[in-house]
């Protein structure tokens, strides 16, 4: 059981490190041009509020969550599972972009948007599932006496 547990952890890991690299290549080069623009931006989704202290405080909290969820997923899981508050704080870290997920699935008020929100949380699983999945089962085995030394 121990082993499979194992697997597991080591597989959401890779599925998360890979995905948070795509995140983190894709959404922080998007929001840094945002956020260095001298105008605002001309694409359809451009935020209403841009050049706003709102927005530039949003978009800084994102870049770091984003960044912060990359490193995590790329550091080893010994040095994250090996103290009980490290833990918590490091899986409470991984848990925002979940929350933050939910609170946009709770702006929906069109049925045509919840299919989008359907499809986006099919895609974004990976993102939001795997991370936290192998912290907590790299702790369990941790806890359990059994040695973590990558996952």
């Not at 499979?4 to 959401?12: M, P, S, T, V």
């Not at 899986?91 to 929100?117: G, Y």
Request: aromatic share 14%.
């Amino acid at each position: 059981m121990q082993t499979l547990i194992k697997w597991i952890a080591l597989a959401g890991k890779i599925i998360a490190a890979v995905a948070w690299l795509g995140v983190a290549q894709v959404m922080v080069s998007l929001d840094l041009s945002d956020l260095l623009a001298t105008s605002q931006p001309m694409y359809r989704d451009a935020p209403e509020d841009w050049g706003t202290p709102a927005f530039y405080w949003r978009t800084s909290i994102k870049v770091l969550v984003i960044c912060g969820c990359f490193v995590l997923s790329a550091l080893p899981n010994r040095w994250l599972v090996s103290r009980r508050p490290v833990f918590w704080m490091v899986l409470i870290f991984t848990l925002v972009p979940m929350a933050n997920f939910l609170a946009a699935l709770s702006k929906i008020h069109e049925a045509s948007d919840l299919l989008w929100a359907f499809f986006g949380a099919i895609v974004l699983s990976p993102l939001l599932i795997f991370l936290p999945v192998s912290l907590a089962l790299s702790f369990w085995r941790h806890k359990k006496g059994e040695r973590v030394t990558y996952v």
